[in-house]
């Protein structure tokens, strides 16, 4: 059973930085997708970045240039470096596997398994 726990949400000024990371346990492929999404209060949830098989990324327009996706080479970690908080970034994120294809995408209904999420505030 696979299982994503996230951790590393908290406040921060905007301009700041917030470093998240997930646990991923359990057996999935190599060729597995996985992912950061989010949610703010009243909105859809909307994928942030997503890494796939080979270390391919794809990124969210607003995430372009200010966060970084990355995982460790065991694949069990994965990690979402965010700079330049904006407001507007305040949202609980999300980690998720996507264990049936090699190309990541950043829609939710790819992404069998799910963490908890980690709140992330950014104050004006």
């Known amino acids: 059973q696979v299982q994503a726990v996230e951790s590393g949400g908290g406040s921060v000024q905007a301009g700041g930085s917030l470093i998240l990371s997930c646990k991923v346990s359990?057996?999935?492929?190599?060729?597995?997708?996985m992912g950061w999404f989010r949610q703010a209060p009243g909105k859809s949830r909307e994928g942030v970045a997503c890494?796939?098989?080979?270390?391919?990324?794809n990124y969210n327009s607003f995430a372009e240039g200010r966060f970084t996706i990355s995982e460790a080479a065991d694949r069990r970690t994965l990690v979402l470096q965010m700079s330049n908080l904006k407001r507007e970034d305040t949202a609980m994120y999300y980690c998720?596997?996507?264990?049936?294809?090699?190309?990541?995408?950043?829609?939710?209904?790819?992404?069998?398994?799910w963490g908890r999420g980690t709140q992330v505030t950014v104050n004006s």
């Open positions: 998720a596997v996507d264990d049936s294809a090699g190309v990541c995408v950043m829609a939710s209904g790819h992404y069998e398994i």
């Open positions: 359990g057996n999935f492929r190599s060729t597995a997708s």
């Open positions: 890494i796939g098989e080979g270390g391919k990324k």
